[in-house]
């Protein structure tokens, strides 16, 4: 047995990941057999079949299908093809959980990433609240902050979809020629493409988290 680290959010009001020890069999990213071993014979059982039934239906032999559930030996992709087939599901299941390295952020409040760009300098605050890097960077989180009452106003436009959700204050939102008035638990779902940005601030200070989703071809 090794131990392994995992998170967990505990239900007392403080959302902060707290660590504890578990002890059991830690999965490495290449143990591609134990991934299989688990999915085949978790997959098998939740269709009500026995070992011998499977190694039936799949074309197999009994003892072989024993080995690959106990990860004992390695499936040719002709046998992984076989397995999906006879349990009706996409060959990509039987890895699943091969690779358990999965990147998350946290970020505590007030410790965002401060962005700045237009708009900074006449009390405009853009907080990032995380990024993930690579194939995975399709969401931005910012928390945007407003706290003076200039008339200047930045304007933006971008690729993908962005959602708006109003924490505090009010504020009229513009998206091409239409306007919104957005007031604390109100969303706007738009299209990054059309030139969007505030019109008018109303009431002060105005607080919005703006979550950008950028299509799979973006370039950061």
């Known amino acids: 047995m090794t131990a392994r680290l995992v998170q967990e959010v505990r239900d007392t009001g403080d959302p902060a990941p707290v660590q504890r020890e578990v002890t059991g069999t830690a999965p490495t990213g290449n143990d591609l057999e134990e991934a299989i071993a688990r999915q085949v014979r978790a997959l098998r059982k939740a269709a009500g079949l026995s070992v011998g039934d499977m190694a039936d239906k799949v074309g197999i032999s009994k003892a072989m299908l024993s080995k690959i559930e106990n990860a004992q030996t390695s499936c040719s992709l002709s046998t992984l093809a076989r397995l999906a087939a006879g349990l009706d599901v996409p060959v990509t299941s039987l890895f699943r959980g091969a690779d358990t390295e999965r990147e998350a952020v946290y970020v505590e409040s007030g410790h965002g990433a401060v962005i700045v760009g237009r708009g900074t300098r006449v009390g ?56 919104y008035t957005l007031r604390p638990g109100d969303s706007l779902l738009l299209d990054g493409e059309g030139i969007h940005g505030p019109n008018d601030l109303v009431r002060l200070p105005i607080k919005f988290l703006a979550v950008t989703a950028y299509p799979d071809n973006h370039e950061s």
């Open 124 to 179: 405009h605050h853009y907080e990032l609240l995380g990024a993930l890097r690579g194939q995975h960077k399709r969401l931005e989180p910012v928390l945007v902050t407003l706290t003076n009452a200039s008339e200047i106003f930045p304007r933006f436009q971008h690729a993908g979809t962005e959602l708006l959700y109003m924490l505090e204050g009010v504020m009229v939102y513009g998206h091409g020629d239409a306007e």
